[in-house]
């Protein structure tokens, strides 16, 4: 007879990863490594800050049963994973995060400029965020979440997982037939009050291991690692991978 997979509760397991962060709530000061730019684990820890309050959010929609109105919130905290990681083991990977941030106000700052060409405020803002672009150097070679996501190693379907959650994220008729259902009416469907989705369990699945990875990026952004063998154990009980790396550069030939 051959052996069932274990049932992983992912819920359970979010919770868990919630509160594993909330442990650390009253540190006041961490000891980063030493061998990146001292931007690395600032950008890193606000991500996954960003990512556990994401999770958070997640966890309250399901106990509420609502899971489609998690699709979007489920997206931003994929994205602030692979972001932390890629910050972590990426070579001036913080540059490009910190002038692509610059871009993004910069084009703001352009569009307001052309309403009020004669605001200096403005316009001394623009001529900071020019020098800092200029200092850090632009590059568009990890501008999109999809480029940042094939620079690294182990992330398997990742991106088409990506791509699902965006199309539950938007307004598109997926979103609108969950909330109809049919029936012998005269149009053959009546409302629902709120929507399922039969991917709900996947989506849950995808919230927990990004969260992981999150938690796991920032933890190697420490010296001492004081969570390594518990997300280890974790990693190892989901099937998810336990570090941040690189692709290797062999692997695109």
């Known amino acids: 007879m051959v052996p069932r997979e274990p049932v992983i509760a992912y819920r359970a397991e979010l919770r868990g990863l919630i509160a594993l962060w909330d442990d650390d709530r009253d540190v006041r000061s ?14 890193v820890r606000g991500l996954v800050a960003h990512a556990v309050d994401c999770a958070r959010a997640v966890l309250a929609l399901y106990e509420s049963s609502l899971p489609l109105p ?18 972590l083991v990426t070579p001036d990977g913080w540059r490009h995060f910190l002038a692509g941030g610059a871009d993004q106000r910069r084009r703001a700052l352009n569009a307001l400029l052309q309403e009020e060409p004669a605001n200096e405020q403005s316009q001394a803002r623009l001529a900071e965020l020019n020098a800092m672009i200029d200092d850090l150097g632009r590059s568009r070679q990890y501008e999109v979440i999809e480029q940042r996501i094939a620079s690294l190693d182990g992330m398997g379907q990742l ?29 053959g469907v009546a409302f629902r009050s709120s929507a399922s989705h039969p991917t709900a ?19 190697s952004a420490l010296v001492d690692r004081a969570h390594e063998d518990e997300l280890n154990e974790i990693a190892a009980r989901l099937g998810i991978r336990s570090s941040w790396a690189q692709r290797n550069a062999r692997s695109d030939a």
């Open 30 to 43: 961490f000891q980063v490594r030493a061998d990146s730019h001292h931007s690395v684990p600032i950008i």
């Open 70 to 87: 998690a699709a979007p919130i489920i997206r931003v905290l994929i994205e602030d994973a692979v972001t932390a990681g890629w910050v």
């Open 159 to 187: 991106y088409q997982l990506y791509r699902f959650v965006t199309w539950l994220s938007h307004a598109g008729t997926e979103v609108a037939e969950r909330y109809t259902g049919p029936a012998d009416t005269t149009v």
């Open 201 to 219: 369990s996947v989506l849950l699945e995808i919230a927990t291991n990004s969260l992981l990875q999150a938690l796991i990026a920032w933890d």
